[in-house]
C-alpha cells in the first residue's frame, strides 16, 4: 500500500537558519504530494503541494520538488523564523477505486526555531 | 466565512460512556472524513464519506460510527468499545477529486477520565 516517510524530529534551529524535512513516499500510481502545517491546538492547513513529477510547490518561503526518481518531496526553507515553529506532515494523495481522493501522511516532524 | 467547525474544542468522558463530535461544513464539499491523531504521531483515518447517505470505514474504525443524513455535517461517535479513545479528533473535507487539497477543523480533544 501506499506510505509516506518523514525524518523524525524534533528538528532545532537558530532564525535564519536553512530548513530542510525530508519525505519520500511509496505509491502503485503517480501521486499529488502536499506538506500541512499544524500550529500548537490546531487543525492542520495545507502549505504546498504539487501535482506531478518535476513539479515545484511554494507558498511562504517554502518550496518542495516533486521527484519522481528518488520519490521523495522535501521541504526546503532558506531562513526560518521563530513563527515557522510547527509540525509539518508530509502527505501523498492518489485515487482509489470507488472511495475518490484519499490522503496517506507521514508521521510529522516538529520544528522548533529559537531566536 | 466558509469554512469547518468541529464542537466541542475539548470533551471529557467516563469509560463506558458513548459520546459524538460534531463536525460541520458550509464549504459544499461532497466529501468529509474523520482523523485520529496520538501525540507525536500522524493522522490516521478512522471513516470517510464521498456522498451523502453513505460512507465507508477507514483504516481504525473499530469502536466508532459515524452518520452522513446532510451534506454538510457528518458527526463522529465514540462509542464504549473503542478501547483506547483519548485523542485529538480532526475532521476535514474536500472537493471529490484527484489532487484536491482537504480543508481540516479546528479539531477536538477528547480525554477518557
Known amino acids: 500500500g501506499d506510505s509516506v516517510t518523514q525524518m523524525e524530529g524534533p528538528v532545532t534551529l537558530s532564525e535564519e537558519a536553512f530548513l530542510t524535512i525530508n519525505c519520500t513516499y511509496t505509491?502503485?500510481?503517480?501521486?499529488?504530494l502536499f506538506w500541512y502545517v499544524q500550529y500548537p491546538g490546531e487543525g492542520l492547513q495545507l502549505l504546498l503541494k504539487?501535482?506531478?513529477?518535476?513539479d515545484k510547490g511554494s507558498n511562504k518561503g517554502f518550496e518542495a520538488t516533486y521527484r519522481k526518481e528518488t520519490t521523495s518531496f522535501h521541504l526546503e526553507k532558506g531562513s526560518v523564523q521563530v513563527s515557522d515553529s510547527a509540525v509539518y506532515f508530509c502527505?501523498?494523495?492518489?485515487?482509489?477505486?470507488?472511495?475518490?481522493?484519499?490522503?496517506?501522511f507521514g508521521g510529522g516532524t516538529r520544528l522548533m526555531v529559537k531566536p | 466565512d466558509g469554512g469547518i467547525t468541529q464542537s466541542p474544542k475539548y470533551l471529557f468522558r467516563k469509560e463506558g460512556q458513548n459520546v459524538t463530535l460534531s463536525c460541520e461544513q458550509n464549504?459544499?464539499?461532497?466529501?468529509m472524513y474523520w482523523y485520529r491523531q496520538d501525540p507525536g504521531q500522524g493522522l490516521r483515518l478512522i471513516y470517510y464519506?464521498?456522498?451523502?447517505?453513505?460512507?465507508q470505514k477507514g483504516d481504525i474504525a473499530e469502536g466508532y460510527s459515524v452518520s452522513r443524513e446532510k451534506k454538510e455535517s457528518f458527526p463522529l461517535t465514540v462509542t464504549s468499545a473503542q478501547k483506547n479513545p483519548t485523542a485529538f479528533y480532526l475532521c476535514?473535507?474536500?472537493?471529490?477529486?484527484?489532487?484536491?487539497?482537504?480543508?481540516f477543523g479546528p479539531g477536538t480533544r477528547l480525554t477518557v477520565l
Open positions: 464549504l459544499n464539499h461532497d466529501a
Open positions: 505509491a502503485t500510481g503517480y501521486p499529488s
Open positions: 504539487a501535482t506531478k513529477a518535476d
Open positions: 464519506s464521498q456522498i451523502v447517505n453513505d460512507f
Open positions: 476535514a473535507s474536500n472537493v471529490a477529486g484527484f489532487d484536491n487539497e482537504q480543508f
Open positions: 502527505a501523498l494523495s492518489e485515487r482509489r477505486r470507488n472511495a475518490g481522493n484519499m490522503l496517506t
